[in-house]
């Protein structure tokens, strides 16, 4: 759903002034402001997320999660979510946009298998701007064996490469086959080489291989939670730390992932 004038219903928790907009009659506009009323909205997140807000009465479970003016909400009783629906257009100038299908760059798609979430045209658009479209594809994300760790060839400009680096974080969301090579790319944020930069665009050519890849999660898997773990000891060829790594899957649809690199060096295997 998207909100009309999400700005009208915010919180001010400070004062606000204006300057007088044009068509106001008085004599020296330059001498007036206006102060601007605070809102009220009764809403509270959860605590580990400032967006989403949870709704629970009995067996009855709603899901809200807001960006801007723009929200998509999603339970297990559909009474109960047209109730709420129905509620929030008394209270707010409010449009229906129907099933979710793209939400902050995720695509999502509905089939008998399940729902599939992609960023496809948001690979496309870092394609298009690394100037890539017509490039021929690579077949791996990163070379094997690669030595960037090491590497001691010639500088790159380094803003160019943080614009790139931040899209592919976001990109992650939906690309966990690109985990690793990100991880990699992340460490040289402050020391970057030519061969760091061709790494990132070999990436790219990587996407345009396979801009749809995404997340399919199945409507036939059981509701099972399982998690795996794993840990590398002396991984980085830089600082000898280990990498720590976890997966959970809910049925057979993976859910969340992360890997990272230890705060301290073991120094046995124990």
Not at 2 to 29: I, Q, T, W
Not at 170 to 181: A, G
Not at 240 to 248: D, E, F, G, K, N
């Amino acid at each position: 759903m998207d909100v009309h004038n999400a700005f009208l219903h915010g919180d001010l928790e400070e004062e606000v002034y204006m300057r007088l907009s044009p068509g106001f009659k008085c004599s020296d506009p330059s001498k007036y402001v206006v102060s601007v009323n605070p809102c009220m909205v009764s809403n509270k997140p959860i605590d580990d997320d400032y967006s989403l807000f949870t709704y629970r009465s009995g067996d009855k479970i709603i899901h809200i999660l807001v960006y801007v003016d723009d929200f998509i909400f999603a339970g297990n009783d559909l009474a109960a979510l047209n109730s709420f629906e129905a509620q929030l257009h008394q209270c707010f100038h409010m449009k229906d946009l129907g099933k979710l299908k793209y939400f902050l760059g995720i695509e999502v798609s509905r089939g008998p298998d399940g729902i599939c979430l992609s960023q496809r045209k948001y690979a496309l658009d870092i394609i298009n701007e690394a100037g890539l479209l017509g490039c021929q594809p690579s077949a791996v994300p990163i070379e094997l064996n690669h030595h960037l760790a090491s590497d001691k060839g010639l500088m790159h400009d380094l803003a160019q490469y943080r614009r790139l680096f931040g899209r592919f974080i976001y990109l992650t969301i939906t690309r966990p086959d690109l985990c690793y090579v990100v991880h990699i790319l992340s460490q040289f944020m402050k020391s970057l080489r030519a061969a760091h930069w061709d790494a990132a665009l070999r990436l790219v050519r990587y996407l345009k291989g396979s801009p749809a890849q995404g997340i399919l999660l199945r409507s036939d898997s059981a509701i099972v939670v399982s998690a795996y773990c794993d840990s590398g000891y002396n991984a980085c060829p830089l600082t000898r730390r280990s990498l720590s790594a976890y997966v959970t899957d809910l049925g057979d649809s993976l859910i969340p992932w992360k890997t990272k690199k230890q705060d301290t060096v073991s120094s046995s295997s124990a």
